[in-house]
Structures are given as C-alpha cells and as structure tokens.
C-alpha cells in the first residue's frame, strides 16, 4: 500500500506537470522526453500474438530483439494474459529472469507496436511520469472502439504498475511520429497528425505537445514514405506497372524516415531513383521538401542541424493471401481512391522497410538489415552502405542488424515495437 506521503508527491507532480506551459516547463527543466541516445533505463515489449503474414514469425524476430538487448539494457516485456505468459516464458533466456534483466508482466492490450501505444515516458522533477495521448488505431478504428480503448488503455495500466502520474491529452497521436533531441526539440510528420486530428489546428496540437512532452521547437515534415501511405488510401504501382498495397501503415510516422542520432544530429533519408520506378521517385520529391524544411530550420536554441542521409532499402514486396492476418484485415477496407479488393485472390505488398527504424539502447544499435543467402549482391551492399553511415554517427556504440521483414510486412519495425524507459539522474 502506497503511504500519504508518496501519494501527495503523485498528486503535487503531476500538477506541476499539467499546469505550466511548455516554454517555462523547458526553462525550469520540469518536465522533458529523453532523447533515445540518452541513457535507457530498460525497453519495453509487447509480446506479439499473431503473424502478418504465414511463414513470417513476428515471435522470431522479438526474440531476436531480446536477445540482442540483453547484454545492453533491461528489457521489460508485458504478455496480454496469463495464458500466453505460461506458453511462451519457456522461450525466454532464463538467466536473464533470474538476474531480473528480463522482466515480465501481464496487463491486458491487443496490438504490440509499443512505441505508439505504450508507456511515453516524461521525466518531470527528475520522476518519470507517462504522457497519455488518445489512439484510433492509426486511423483504422475509432476512438470507441472496444480494441482501440484496450489499446489506448494500456500506458495508464503501467502507470499504475509503477505508481506513476499520467498528463492526459486528447490529442490522438503515436510515438512513432515523435523525434526529440532530448533539448527541446520536436521532429513529427504533418500528414499523421492532421489525418490523426482533422478538427485540431497546428497551434492547438503544437501547444498540446508542449505541455505534455516539455518541448519549446516543433519542426514540421510534410509527408513521409509513400510506402507508409495510409493503407486505405489505395494500392501504388511500382516499376512493372504492379498494384501493390501498403500493409497496414500509418500515413508517414517520422520513425520511417528521420531520426535524431545526437542534440543537433539529424539522419534523413535518401531515395535512390536509378532505377526509375515511380515509388522511389515519389519517395525522392517527399524526401527533398523534407530535406529543404531541415536545411532552413534550427533547434530549440536557434542552432542548425547537421543532416545525414541515410540510403532507404531496395523495395521488398511479398503476396499475401487469405488466411494471412494483413489481407484478412485488408479485404473489408473502403479505400478512398475506389479500389475494389480483389476478396479471394492474392494480393501484392510493399514491405514497409527502412534503415532508419532502428532502436538506441545504451551501447548498442539494433537496426534493419535485408540480405541473406540467395538475394542479391546489391541488397548487401546497400545494408553495408547503411551501416557504415550509422556507426559513423554512433561510433562508441555496436551496430546490430536484425532480420525485420516479419515486422515490416505488418507496416512497423523495431523502433515500431520497443520504447525506451529513460535512466534518471542519480540523487
């Protein structure tokens, strides 16, 4: 039982949080988000129940993920029930649950993408405290939504797990749309908030993000990867002339495509428009208004970014079929462009991939890699080219490539279902 004390501490935090304004908040350094490059002091995980298409094991690759995690940072995983709990905890390296560097729970949700629907922490006071958004489901639910309050629910059932105070927003938003440098800075894509928030102005999300996140700089992308259109926009056609479908993506989260590697470091990704196909040329005009927007911004104390670029993967498609979760979802959509979903008869995707969706844990890096046996020299060298860029920006750091096409077929990757609990300063 929590004493008086600790409780009149959650309430007089969280009213400082709430009540003051982004800008003085930044300048009493009250309140802040950790940049991802700072220290972590675990990831947190949702285990996945399901797959987005057969043959491709979203399991596989979170173990993959642990393992890899371990020997640099705690990692918290939260199972959806008992159930699976008891099933799956056999998976699990048991060194790791015995030290406590491997910690489980169980708390009810159903979607696993953590760094939209998961714990966003703050620190406020030098306590953490979690920054409560609203969620539709990326535009595929609404807000009423027995699934989608379960979802949304979650970040407040770990703020009670770790009796932390919650600043709520109305404001639907995901993580993933969400680059800080940790000094105050903001980076999202324009076209998930206002599609999240139709009838919200720029003025009122940018204040709401300055209250609930600490940020005094919002720095406004336009559009992200064509890949990551939203899926009910329609099919794209790629260099053969094929329709192919967006796997249930988010309409352009930043994760996709510009990251933070330090305070005034900024990795943005480059097109490669070779080979002509209309996807990476698309890609490529998005990509250079972006470029243009960093290029004549600056950070929260009027300094200019210095801009990396940062090659995007060769374009991974796949079929998909009945009884694969993505097309059983996708054969019931209205897309707004008036396709007709072929119910019954396979359908190409578009791997939602990129380099940049990697997770920064401590001393480590774990990002996409693409190649293996029996695909293409090119692939390879394009994964060399990425990583020597990326451990060029981190050069103290280890550079892990994980196999993510499970994950990127459902529309996410690592930085999709990871979110860093930050460290806090010792007192």
Known sequence: MMSVRFLLFLVLTLQSCQRQSGSNVMQSGQIRQ??????????????????????????????????????????????????????????????????????????????????????????????????????????????????????????????????????????????????????????LTESVERLRNPEMSIGYIESEFRRVLGVSKIIWMKNGLCEDDITKSGPLTNGQGQKVYMPLTTNGHADEFVRFAGPETVLLARADTTDGDPISLENARRLEVNYRILREAADQDGQPFNIVRVPLPFHSFASMEPGDGVYDLMQDFTFSDGTIFPRGKPVSVIAAASYLNFLIANDCVLMPGYWKEGLSWKIKKRDEEARAIIQSVFPDKKIISIDVMALNLGGGGIHCITRNEPRLDPK
């Open 34 to 187: 950790a940049a991802e490059f700072e220290p972590t002091e675990a990831v947190w995980m949702l285990w996945s129940n399901y797959d987005h298409k057969r043959g491709y094991s979203n399991e596989k690759v979170m173990l993959d993920i642990i393992h890899a995690l371990l020997p640099h940072a705690r990692v918290k995983l939260v199972f959806s029930d008992d159930s699976t709990r008891n099933a799956k905890t056999v998976l699990l390296p048991a060194d790791a649950l015995q030290s406590g560097r491997l910690e489980i729970l169980v708390l009810p949700y159903r979607e696993f993408w953590a760094r939209d629907m998961g714990p966003a922490f703050v620190i406020c006071n030098n306590r953490l405290a979690i920054a409560d958004f609203n969620f539709n489901d990326w535009n595929y639910g609404k807000v009423t939504d027995s699934t989608t309050i379960l979802n949304e629910k979650l970040d407040e059932a770990i703020a009670a797990h770790m009796s932390l105070p919650v600043i709520s927003t109305d404001m639907i938003t995901e993580g993933g749309n969400h680059e800080v440098n940790g000094k105050g800075t903001l980076i």
